[in-house]
């Protein structure tokens, strides 16, 4: 394989901060009506028009908010983990970037995952937090991503802090599959899980596809907060190069 | 790819694989310390120890509830659909707690295997459904309760 180029072209396009900013910004709009809309159809649907559980009543809709923000915070910490190790494997400057980018978004949503389910198991369990397996690694999810943020603003040279914090979110990559499959593996409090890839939702449709829209709508969310993002950090470390300057020049006019 | 790159990649698998197997050896060694409880099947069989705080979960049998009329006092039985285990409790039950539901009790076992319960918390499943489903389903006699694969995890 040495030698052989079996990369597709866009890979090595990303690669470069100045395309990657004008693709962005083609992107951005459309990403940003489907965040709105998806979010707003499926939080309208699943507050007013879902039917309520036949145990828990309508304090079961905080699962609208609960499982999007849950499985977003997974999957950008896959995303960082993913964009950290091209970033070392290639030494590519803008996968460095958007690793940087996901911490602070994947650390918020984990923050809202952990709260929305802490205000859902005080009604249901009748506690707000239990030690159990599911809970307790989301709590580290979270530590990874104060941890990962941490040591980033904690090293000076960028290339460096991306190389430390790619290898610890890297280590940290481990946590995911135990988060997802904590429920089967030990005995927990917190239910299995809602969506599984190979069975039918345990709810009727009228309940899970007001979730499943809602899922989507966060993946568009972070995609454009992840955008915005990685454009601002593009613009501040190729601050010096002559495309910033120029573009900047036009829009001063 | 160039050698080095793939040197890299290398050393980023390593990573992945060397923490992956760290971690699983951990969670294998200590894997009854982070269950959150134990079944009656384990209690019957004197896994669980005694004189110290532990929990136990399981499914409420039906008919089992015995409420004493002057007091908060509550005795129930739980079971994992193999053993049952008597629990006792004082003080107000989860909303969820029903006969049939899941739930995880922390107490403390006394000399008969009974749980003397300080705190009793509802266990639910991801079968959501509307209450009209739901009456449909009592009526025809199918609530799903249980799952087959339910008993494995309570």
């Known amino acids: 394989m040495a030698g052989k180029n079996w990369m597709p072209r866009w890979f090595y396009q990303l690669a470069s901060p100045k395309w990657c900013y004008q693709i962005t910004g083609k992107l951005l709009p459309g990403f940003a009506i489907a965040t709105l809309l998806l979010i707003v159809v499926g939080l309208v649907w699943g507050l007013a028009f879902a039917p309520p559980d036949y145990q828990q009543g309508n304090s079961f809709r905080i699962i609208y908010l609960h499982v999007p923000t849950a499985y977003m915070a997974q999957s950008i910490y896959v995303t960082m983990a993913i964009a950290g190790a091209i970033g070392l494997i290639w030494k590519m400057k803008v996968a460095d970037m958007v690793a940087k980018c996901c911490a602070p978004i994947g650390a918020s949503l984990a923050i809202l995952a952990l709260a929305t389910g802490a205000i859902w198991g005080k009604p249901t369990w009748g506690s707000w937090w239990v030690w159990d397996a599911r809970l307790t690694s989301m709590l580290i999810l979270l530590f990874l991503y104060f941890g990962i943020m941490a040591l980033n603003s904690a090293i000076e040279s960028e290339s460096t802090a991306a190389q430390s914090t790619a290898v610890l979110a890297l280590v940290g990559l481990v946590n995911i599959p135990i988060i997802q499959y904590s429920v089967y593996w030990w005995n927990t409090l917190h239910q299995p899980s809602t969506f599984k890839i190979t069975e039918k939702p345990a709810m009727p449709p009228d309940m899970w596809i007001p979730l499943l829209i809602l899922v989507i709508g966060f993946y568009c969310f972070f995609a454009v907060t992840l955008m915005m993002r990685l454009r601002n950090e593009i613009l501040r470390r190729e601050r010096r190069s002559s495309w910033v300057r120029e573009l900047l020049m036009q829009q001063r006019g | ?154």
């Open chain 2, 1 to 154: 790819m160039n050698a080095q790159r793939k040197q890299r990649l290398t050393l980023v698998l390593l990573i992945v694989f060397g923490s992956s197997v760290a971690v699983a050896l951990v969670a294998y060694a200590l894997s009854q310390n982070i269950n959150l409880f134990y079944s009656p099947s384990q209690i019957s069989m004197g896994e669980a120890p005694a004189d110290t705080r532990i929990r136990a979960g399981g499914i409420v049998v039906d008919g089992s509830v015995r409420r004493d009329p002057n007091s908060l006092k509550v005795e129930f039985d739980i079971t994992d659909f193999a053993h049952a285990t008597t629990v006792q409790y004082v003080g107000i039950l989860p909303d969820l707690f029903r006969e049939g539901q899941g739930i995880v009790a922390q107490g403390m076992l006394d000399q008969n295997g009974r749980l003397i319960a300080s705190e009793v918390l509802a266990k639910h499943d991801e079968n959501y459904m509307s209450p009209e489903v739901a009456a449909a389903l009592a009526a025809a006699g199918e609530m799903p309760h249980m799952p087959p694969t339910a008993g494995k995890g309570y």
